[in-house]
């Protein structure tokens, strides 16, 4: 069951193409910093590795983080850890669930979809969305999606990044 707020119509997505332009004038400064950050992580490589990045570097961040675990298993990605701010919109903390289970977004699909996109173009995803608080609010979000892999070919993880504000 969804814990999500309720989404006026489906996550809209915009990608990159290629990987490395960011539509800059349509993202939020911490989107667009954290995007920046990953890539300073790459070194020259397809995407860094989950050692590569020290929590001590990206303490501001780290509110609106979530990591996921892409497992070789019927749940295909598992929530391994939530920032603070990420628990609290969701009322909830996934942590160890599947995301069909846990997910925070228009539907199960939907989060599936975008996760699946970005293993298969091997390359970051930036979406926003409006949605509706439980009580009632609008708010907008706007995420980057991020591959990881800890031997540069395989995507095991994804890090992604979420800023929300209430309209």
Request: hydrophobic share 40%; glycine share 6%.
């Amino acid at each position: 069951m969804s814990r999500s707020p309720r989404v006026d119509g489906q996550v809209v997505a915009r990608e990159a193409a290629p990987a490395q332009v960011v539509p800059a004038h349509s993202y939020h400064n911490d989107i667009l910093a954290f995007h920046a950050f990953w890539q300073r992580k790459c070194r020259g490589r397809v995407m860094p590795a989950r050692q590569d990045f020290d929590p001590g570097e990206m303490v501001t961040f780290l509110p609106g983080i979530v990591l996921i675990d892409v497992v070789a298993d019927a749940r295909r990605f598992v929530y391994r850890l939530l920032g603070t701010r990420e628990v609290a919109m969701r009322n909830a903390d996934p942590t160890g669930k599947g995301v069909a289970e846990g997910f925070y977004a228009a539907s199960a699909e939907a989060a599936l979809a975008s996760y699946e996109d970005v293993l298969t173009r091997r390359a970051p995803r930036f979406e926003q969305r409006r949605f509706l608080t439980p009580d009632n609010r609008i708010g907008h979000e706007q995420t980057v999606i991020l591959p990881l892999s800890d031997d540069g070919q395989t995507i095991n993880k994804i890090i992604a990044y979420t800023h929300h504000h209430l309209i």
